[in-house]
């Protein structure tokens, strides 16, 4: 039965793994800290309690982790992994590309791999270079991977639930610095829903602003300020990745005439350029050239004043619409 | 002292892989099969000797791209393997695995892997899972000398140390990675010795012969099912052809390769079956049934059709 | 003193190869079979026996065959290391990703990783999923490496050079099905070049084509279909798909009007998506909407008739262009 | 016996470490320094005498983002490193690397690794170079006890064991990977004894003595310059802080935190000290001396500039 709470971020993750260990008995949780400890961020805190083996720690072991949970998946279980920041799954990043995402396409459905890979990514003050990456372009790159990046409180409740749900292998990608951010109403309990659709987190004329993971309230922000000049922003939230949910970005594209698209990945060779690329070939007629907004070619400086320089700010995101809209 | 009849059943699937490769080696020649091929003569023993100690109809095994063997001792069909070869529909994937990512699940072989080593951590994740589910089952997972030093395989073994999973690591030692002897990559090739270092027993065994390994890998099933944990099985063995389908071997040394041919598995069965008063006959007719029952097969798979194109979308998501 | 030799795009390799070891000693080369044996594809023959312990084979252990690298970089040599498809640099990404493009830019220029991987990709009549990918797109998202595809002889021998002469980390990745697929007269011993720059392939005045890889001949050949229809194509090979060589494409782009991207990698999420995206951004006006052509969403099956319906065939590259002409 | 000069070298480069490390905590509790901070309270001897050890003009180590201690010991001054960790143009990265990825060659350390095991493979590389150059240099790797059980530290080992690497292995063994236990997470948990799975020597010894520690690493420096190979030494310690500042380590068990107390290296050395008979007011001078270098450092990088973001895209390639 459906019910609304209030919770942090952290405690949406939290309920969503809670009801998928409970409605789901070959649901596993597993990962460095995330059973006796609860977690380095918190967010499985009380599941190990509640759920007795079923949620357990691991060694500092990302190929055993993701290659344990292929395996898993294979012989019927629903593993839920996590990878402690985006920026450590390369160090078994075969498991996904090589190994995951080929098990249902080759075996033509025999066997399939529906594991949860729970991340998090994005650059925090103070955090170093191989600590602060936005990883989504490699995920997303990859055929029989599914990949999103919830950044409302609901979402990061409902889409892990569609993620542990789905029947092949799903890339959940949180951000630590939303876990512990403030608290919103989310509503527990409804249908869990099929993977993918984007989301408009705010309505506009002008111009369409697509983005996605904890850059968004950035986003808003600028879109926010730029209403004060009379740009009515539509800022949009592609919540998937992979997959993309091209045909609401081109509805809003067409009304609006303008594209930017924001996100903190690097610009080059970020998810940012198939949308763009992707709206091009759809033939839309644009008012203006479109924008891409993203972390210019630099490695990620620790310190805050210089990482303020490279990740995109809400200044720098209301520029870019502006002069898109101005164009 | 082993039965006749189970050696001669030893005999009978030892020869069933070698006619098949023999005949995949024509295949290949003839340019019906395409691409790298990786052959398992002289290594037959280690696959039927460990398949005849699994329950296959819980157990699975998670071997490499050498894997043709594998999947025959698991019993899965010569016909649709020679389709899958030959990338006929008909094949066991649809023409999609091809000689090396191959997978038969339904007969207990739950993938080849061409990634050298990526497969350990898979059957430790299989294994994880029947800690769970009260199967019972255990997950097998094979692969090369070479893949030894694969940090997968690492920690892969770690992690079903510490969680007691009923996994079993083979090691196939057929004393080569592709074109290097691993004798040059290791310090220590007793491989056996790491099980030590992660806690679990490790031995060496004779994979030349299947009853030894039949023996071997049923006392680590045993152990796996009874809560025990893992165990390193490294078989000695030797490959009697090149790594690849054209590999002409000019690193083996001289004498190498004719010690190994002198040692392999059939010719060794078969002359401790005359041995034991069986006679050249019974061992001919098993032969050529064995022969007649492939050559079938790959004229069937042969005039199969095609895989089509059109489905080549299809299953890349549920 | 430069010569001309008639030489197989594999030993256009193994002569720079040669060249690097013998003008650079603190060159190492090594990787999987590598020394002794020459190499897989027979690219490294004859130099374990010239260079002696410079050229050397490795474990099985991409993480420290790159890892290796960037250590013995870091202290003075100047590594090339294979790996020997390019599928397998997954098991050791962090190497590359989160290690060798940090070396630099954290030490603001007092260290640095001057190593070169040499890799080869792409599918094969009958190779398997794991052994089939076309992964550049995931070596161009990072900022810090350098990536280039060299398809001819000539740039098997001049891109490889200007690989290990730069300062930084450089993945070349080549094709095992050109390696010995016909002998080309290739210019040795000229100056070695910075790195970057496409090249002109085939000039044309109504469409810019842009490709790089080994799809470049499948892109030829239908260049010249077409040329009998009266459609006169320009391709144009990037090599370089970090840094790309925008200039010279939005040059072409300006002239022709029309842009197809054609690569062997999956087209969502590929490097066409950056291109598209670039020249949509830079403004540049065309006739139509741009065309992206690559590999669909699929893994890569094994049997060649399944292969041949998802990688880009000439007659799929020559009705690509064919629709952006007519469009 | 050591002689007491050299054991109160040892208590001041300890005390260096120390005094660093509680005005850091203190920076990070006022915010002028922010995010993740890994202090190393508690290992101070490991740096201390494995730096004793070394011959930094031309040996290197490779530590983790638990660096500080390391980089003090190398002779890095203090007030290059606050500033690091203050996001000072000063700072020894400008800013770049922060607390835990920083990099210092000039004093021969090689760089932080914030990606648990990957400093190893890059150590045994830099070892690798040192076999090509004549220089006799060494390297030395130092992760904790969590760190191997990563694919990379296996690979790094097999890879220095087969080459015969001057490169050393040192094992930080604190008892804990971030907030669980290593005893939980291998089944052996003296590490040390996987060295002889890639056949080079291991032994664990007493991390909380840094002369222990010293004679320990320069046997293995002689062996590695000699040409050896590879040692791997486990020196056991413990943290006296969290994981991380902030940390409130629930996750240890009552009285663990005050035994680690009682065995800390610096009162320990102290008492040690005390019992050569050197005056309590040397050692008191000592302190203070020490202390006011630090606080005097640490003044001078809060008031140095920040880093200037108009910098922030140099220096990504040459
Ligand atoms: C991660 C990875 N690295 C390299 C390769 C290339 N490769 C394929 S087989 C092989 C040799 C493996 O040797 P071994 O493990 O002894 O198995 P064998 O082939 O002898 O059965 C290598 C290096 C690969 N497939 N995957
Ligand atoms: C590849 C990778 N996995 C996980 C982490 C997260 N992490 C950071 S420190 C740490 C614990 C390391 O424990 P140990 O090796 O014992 O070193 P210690 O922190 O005790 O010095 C973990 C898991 C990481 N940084 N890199
Ligand atoms: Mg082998
Ligand atoms: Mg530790």
Redo the contacts with the bound molecule.
Sequence with gaps: MPETKNLSYAESVNAALRRALAERPEALLFG??VGAPGGVFGVTKGLRKEFGDRVFDTP?S?SAILGGAVGAAMFGRRPIAEI??AD?SL?AFDQLVNQAANVRYVSRGALSAPLTVRTQQGNAPGACAQHSQSLEALFAHVPGLRVCLPTTHQDAYDLLLSAIWCDDPVIVIENRTLYHAGKQEVRLGGEVRPIGGAAVRRPGRDVTVLTWGALQHRVLEAADRLAADGIEAEVMDARWVRPLDLDTVLASVRRTGRLVVAHEAHTVGGVGGEVVAAVAEAGVPLRCPPVRVGTPDARIPAAPGLAAAVIPSAEVIAEAITKSVRA | MPETAALLAHLESMRRIRSFEEEVTRLRASGDIVGSVHLCNGQEAIYTGACAALDLTRDAVFPTYRGHGWTLACGAPPRALFAELLGRATGINGGRGGSAYLTAPEYGMYGENSIVGAGAPIAAGAALAATFDGSGRVALAAFGDGAMNQGAVHEAMNFAAVRSLPVIFLVENNHYSELTPIADMVRVDRLFKRASAYGFPGARIDGNDPEAVRQAVAEAVRRARSGAGPVLLEAMTQRIVGHYIGDAQHYRPAGDLDAALAAEPIGRLTRELLALGVAQSELDELTARVDREIADASARALADPLADPSTVLEHLYA
């Design positions: 460095e800290d500092i990302e402690m920041w450590f160090v």
